[in-house]
């Protein structure tokens, strides 16, 4: 770390306490409420002590969740391969991330090393997407400061349950990857991945009469389970590009970027 | 002073990126050198005396002057020799500035300090004096890896807990001695080191594949 940056701001105004605020702005002295409060003074009440969001929107976030082998890194790649020619783009990784899957984003994917981040989890992936987000918030507000600012960061969860889903605190939308060879049973098993992600995607469709996967149950008990909410199959041995994935991310950021 | 302020500060469940951190245990755990619960316990000791100690130390200073926190930040850098323990420990200042943020109104402390420095300007925020700061910080240097322990070694979590019951008295010992202290000038507060502790980060750092963040 370069030795300024550390206290680059400290005189960032959100930063400041309510005792260094001018005397006009501050809330009166210590006072209690009850008879069991200790002093105390309020935050002032007028003023947002959250930092002001940027004038411009900041990149669409969006979470890839879904089971060990279901395909969320291979979808990564193919959609890094889609949108990276048309979209400032970024990913945060939460999988257990070696070389190889570097160099599998890298061959397959043109998105240049420094567009990717590994965030390690503490074996616990769920965690670190839902219950405690900040070294994933870390990452995508280091991509930003590294690269500049972005259209779109995806985020990719470590492959996990049926249960695992995104905090909204970190995320703007979530796709939940299932995989036909995982069971043709899975979207009716339900959990919040595939009752709630916004987009659900049934991957390797072409290992389905592999592995006797019926893909009309598989749609009848997604539909069912999810409502409204869209679901595509996917096969990216067929289409390399993951099409009708690729284009969902396009219209969401499209409706975000005023024309 | 609200003791269950201080429970809030201070629960294992506070978003503040601690669950990613191991205190060193993935490398104790991998070099072989840590594998049953006697050889947590002793870990979690030794961790207590040097790391623990000196957070502590530095919590209950902060949180008496939080104006000092750029003197205590420099203070524990000079404490810090792995440059992988440095940014571990910035890392985590940092995740906890940005979840106290959220709870209350904070004094400027920087964009990442050292944890035991954001630890305490967040303690004096939340109106606890130095001995809360302090015990927060000494429980917090064996909660975390005891947590781990559990996941790496798949122990039995309530001999583990066990373990973190019995430490307990010594944690609010060293509270107590850092809240004593926090008038001492910097270079005279508590600089226990751990070596292996220093030397495993930075060998975790090089490692390709790593479940833990240090």
Known sequence: MHPDDKRSDDKHPDDRHPDDRHPDDRHPDDHTHGPDEVPHTHPEPGIDPHPPLAEVPRALRIGIGGPVGSGKTALVAALCRALGGQLRLAVVTNDIY?????????????????????????????TAIRDDISANLDAVEDLEVALGPLDLVLVESGGDNLTATFSKGLIDRQIFVVDVAGGDKVPRKGGPGV???????????????????????????ARARRGDL??????????????????????LVAARIPA | MSLATLLVLADGRLPAGGHAHSGGL??????GRVRTVADVGRFLCGRLFTAGLVAAAFAAAACARPDRWAELDD????????????????????????????????????????????????????????????????????????????????????AVHALLAGLAPDCDRIAADAAARID????????????????GAELHATWEVRLFAS
């Open chain 2, 26 to 31: 993935e490398t104790a755990v991998s070099s």
């Open chain 2, 75 to 158: 203070g524990l850098d000079a404490r810090t020799p792995s440059p992988a323990l440095r940014k571990a420990s910035r890392a985590q200042g940092r995740a906890l500035l940005r979840a106290a943020r959220a709870m209350w109104p904070l004094p400027a402390a920087g964009r990442e300090p050292h944890h035991p420095v954001a630890l305490g300007v967040v303690a004096a925020a939340a109106r606890l004096d130095p001995a809360a700061a302090a015990v927060a910080a000494a429980h917090g240097s064996v909660t975390g890896p005891a947590s781990a322990a559990v996941r790496l070694l798949g122990l039995d979590p309530y």
């Open chain 1, 195 to 221: 009752t709630a992600a916004d987009l659900l995607v049934i991957n390797k469709t072409d290992l389905a009469p592999l592995v006797g996967a019926d893909l009309s149950v598989m749609d009848r008990d």
């Open chain 1, 230 to 251: 869209p679901t595509v199959f996917l096969s990216l041995t067929e289409d390399r590009a993951a099409t009708p994935v690729a284009d969902w991310i396009r219209g």
């Open chain 1, 98 to 126: 070696t070389t190889e899957d570097a160099d599998f984003l890298l061959r397959n994917g043109v998105l240049p090393a420094e567009r990717i981040r590994a965030v390690e989890t503490g074996c616990c992936p769920h």
């Open chain 2, 184 to 199: 001492d000038p910097v270079d005279a507060l508590p600089a226990a080191g751990a070596p292996l502790l220093d030397i």
